[in-house]
């Protein structure tokens, strides 16, 4: 059985970040600083917003590319000791194919990491309150300061968060303070990346299910998954999901998986209603499982229990 009732809020929190983006719109996704999903208010203050650019074949270093939004930064409303950094899943056809580039390129610290996502988080900056754009691990270091800090990605979003998480751990030195929480996450790395990665990041939970073909990619070059990734089955989860290439990937799916009762799935909003339809009830084969009520104010990050 895989039950864990904070992940499953960490996993709304990244589903909102996603919402954040679609809510835009086409004519929209040049806006950096987007009003964040009115549902990650209730319990957190953003502060600081994080784009980045896509384009293919790591041409975002000559520039090539238009900025969109990434994820945010947010410090909790209930204990202004606790920071999230939320890095948004994969939107869009362009950022498809950047996925799917899965040529190595070395990594800055240890081994050898897929050139599309890495391109992707090398062209991360940070936009604070004043709308200014800098240095992405900058930003966020100096808003955390002391402070705890979960990295949250899912997708896409786990591959990025997973490389911002070793630089906050190695470059900015975080240590202890710091941790990762990471959905659906492609591979990220071959062994000596993702070993590396472990040896220096203490506190770190991935949650890969068995059906979700996305954390089986890429297959070559010996990409390889993060050490301490759980990949849990069907029969395992707290939720039956529909199974379909969307059904099994979806951040909202996840969250369900791993608490069933983490929300009201039938009392979705719109933007969420197609992505809710593929869970279709508790698992019954699941002993305990919680029914499904109004979801609840995000826990405070705290509460994580991350350590393998």
């Not at 964040?36 to 209730?42: F, P, S």
């Not at 990605?153 to 630089?167: E, F, I």
Request: charged share 15%; proline share 6%.
């Amino acid at each position: 059985m895989i039950y864990d009732p904070i992940a499953a809020q960490m996993a709304l929190l990244v589903m909102y970040a996603e919402d954040t983006f679609d809510e835009l719109g086409t004519a929209g996704k040049g806006n950096l600083r987007p009003p964040l999903d009115g549902r990650v208010m209730q319990g957190w203050k953003p502060l600081g917003y994080f784009c980045g650019r896509d384009a293919l074949l790591d041409t975002q270093h000559i520039g090539l590319g238009d900025p969109v939004f990434y994820g945010f930064l947010a410090q909790s409303l209930g204990d202004a000791t606790q920071f999230i950094a939320v890095v948004r899943g994969t939107d869009g056809l362009l950022e498809w194919l950047e996925d799917g580039e899965f040529v190595p390129m070395k990594h800055p610290l240890a081994g050898t990491v897929e050139s599309g996502f890495y391109s992707i988080y090398s062209s991360l900056q940070y936009i604070g309150a004043d709308g200014a754009a800098g240095s992405l691990l900058d930003g966020i270091a100096t808003a955390v300061g002391d402070n705890d800090l979960t990295v949250i990605g899912h997708s896409l979003g786990s591959t990025l968060a997973t490389y911002l998480t070793l630089d906050l751990a190695v470059g900015k030195k975080l240590g202890s303070a710091l941790s990762a929480c990471l959905f659906a996450s492609p591979r990220p790395g071959d062994s000596a990346f993702t070993e590396y990665f472990d040896q220096h990041v203490g506190a770190y939970k991935v949650f890969n299910y068995s059906l979700d073909l996305v954390p089986q990619v890429p297959k070559f070059f010996g990409y390889g998954a993060l050490p301490r990734a759980r990949e849990f089955e069907p029969q395992e989860a707290q939720a039956n999901i529909r199974s379909s290439l969307d059904g099994n990937h979806h951040a909202v799916c996840y969250s369900a998986m791993l608490n069933y009762a983490a929300a009201d799935w039938t009392a979705m909003p719109a933007v969420d209603q197609a992505c809710a339809a593929c869970i279709l009830g508790p698992n019954p084969q699941v002993a305990g499982v919680g029914i499904a009520a109004p979801a609840p104010v995000p826990a405070p990050v705290a509460a994580v229990a991350v350590a393998a």
